[in-house]
């Protein structure tokens, strides 16, 4: 979950939004029975592999070898394919172009994904469990759904002509359980968790309504296990009986709120310890991937940390950015697997062998994907995984993609060197990367592409035998501030296109639980960084440990309520995404570029018959952003 409010924005007082592949070898968690029958069976079915997926062993070591060494092969093997598009990546943008471009073109055009992941989608995986007859389900990355009015003309036509139009967002509304916190519910319970001694103290009820000075927020904060005058100052801080910028002039409060980080405002201003910052940063972590130490003051808040009540005018006057930032998080609604239907529905709309009986948005969650069918000879369009393509050149009057083919958990080295040709291509990947496929570039837009650093997190989802343990919780979703992984809730209850979440405490469930890198103290260097740092810690840390903190941390948290590790977790699936949200330019670190000179709006500009499409274009970290970017690139090729 990403925030569309962009610097400038903030800066001009606008708020527009919110904001490998096989188990470890300590056996200590299990392939659901059904799983493990499909893969004996020779099935391709990546959504119900567990263990570390998302950024999975065999995805990522031919671009690291790329960008790091400069290594790849010398000679490739000249397939007799000729494409009109090869699309680089088969995240939400590289799907979007080639839906747009068989839009224009017709469905005769010949259109070729290449996708260095074993799945499609980039960040919008679907995780899916079975357990004793039941399926669940859960999201491996990007979640929110808006409704198309709310985007671009075209990123909104796509959305509806995959048949997401508002009155299926209606149904799929009104098939949301009110106390799904997750997906926006304000009245939904969702509380706090702080580890002790003897386990997690939890308090349910409303936390985020706490921070906002809700009723009854002065007693729940009385209750938290902390230092007295923590919790006084707390109180008085969330109430906004005092203006904790008095003294300053309203100009010295605009300039202190947007060039001073929230952190340091709650140490220097407020008077907390920076033992309390975590409670206070936890819905910035979730929504940003990012902690106050990287934020101002003023984009702290429009990302919905507290604090509007108690800056007296200057408080007041941008007190519309939190309000748009609560309105945001109540107009979206999500799949049980996220936005992994949607890539899913175009996914079929293109190459519609993959499910040839699915209607559409109805039925997206229930239908079986046939993998084998994504690249197929005789569809027109074809997708290919487990390929990562390491070199992108116009040669003569065609251009030439060269890829590295990688079996399904094999290893880099075993890959096979191949090469295609095409009329246009669009770059749907990380901007970092393309240079190093596009050496030719002019220097000035290689360096615009290497500037933005994307921000890294981790989703983890548990099947557990039942929800008997978690019911008791109180609540859908907990923030766990000084936790591994900061948010814990139910995966989505939602029940939509044939299927059946866990109708009670007895039905097996999935806990949702997210992690970013980016918390603890203040750290040297910009944001950029500590970002690279953030991913670094991530991809050195294996899924052993991942589970181990799973796992101790939901004994504490629900060990009270009679849960026990060993027996109630059925599955652990991490998904590790090293590149995670684009840049969105942070006023700490960037200038406030002139228009069409930011880095990414230099690092964009088309390149022959070569054009990029990604959120890193855009430099927002949402869906009809990368819609948006699509669109431009193809136009570029086509229009």
Known sequence: MASNITRRDLLNGIAVGAGGLM???????????????????????????TG????????????????????????YEALEEHY??????????????????????????????LDNHDDFGGHAKRNEFH?????VLSLGGAQNLENPSNYSPEAGDLLVGIGIDEAFLSKMAAQTPDGLALAGRLDANNGVAIPGP??????????????????????????????????????????????????LSIREKWRYINNVSYNQFLLEKVGLADTTLPLLNAIIVHLTGMSGWNLTVLEAIGYGASGIRSMGWIGRSVAFAGGTFVDSLVNVQMYPDGNASVARLLVQSLIPAVAPDMQGPDDVVASRFDYAGLDLVENTTRMRLNSTVVGVREQGDVLEVDYVEVAPGGQPQKGQARRVTAEHCVLACNNNIIPHLCPELPQSQQQALRYGVRTPFVYANVLLANGRAYEQLGASLMQCPYDPFQWVSTAP????????????????????????????????GSGRDQLRMG?????????????????????????????????DIQAITVNRIPHGYAYPYLALDDPEWEEGKAPHEIGRAQFGRISIANSDSQAIALMDAAFDAAWRAVQEQVG
């Open 198 to 247: 003897d386990g997690h103290f939890t308090m349910a009820g409303n936390w985020n309504g706490v921070t906002y000075a809700g009723e009854g927020y002065a007693e729940a904060v009385q209750t938290l296990p902390i230092a007295a005058g923590e919790k006084e100052r707390l109180i008085a801080f969330f109430g906004g009986g005092r203006d904790f910028l008095d003294g």
């Open 535 to 567: 991913r670094q810690q991530i991809y050195m840390t294996p899924f052993e440990t991942y589970e181990q903190q799973v796992r101790d941390q939901l004994q504490s948290l629900l060990g009270q309520f009679g849960f026990n590790h060993e027996t």
């Open 493 to 524: 209850t939602v029940s939509i296109g044939g299927y059946e979440p866990p109708r009670n405490a007895e039905d097996p469930m999935v806990v949702f639980m997210m992690h970013s890198p980016m918390t603890g103290s203040k750290q040297s």
């Open 131 to 135: 357990h004793e007859g039941r399926m």
């Open 84 to 113: 009109d598009l090869v699309v680089v990546g088969a995240g939400m943008s590289g799907l979007a172009a080639a839906w747009y471009f068989r839009q224009l073109k017709g469905p005769e055009a010949r259109i070729l994904l």
């Open 52 to 75: 570390m997926r998302g950024s999975h062993d065999g995805s990522f070591e031919v671009a690291h070898d790329l960008a790091w060494r400069g290594v790849k092969p010398t000679s």
């Open 23 to 49: 188990l470890p070898a300590l056996g200590m968690t299990q392939i659901p029975a059904d799983a493990a029958r499909l893969q004996n069976a020779g099935a391709y079915y990546p959504p119900m592999q």
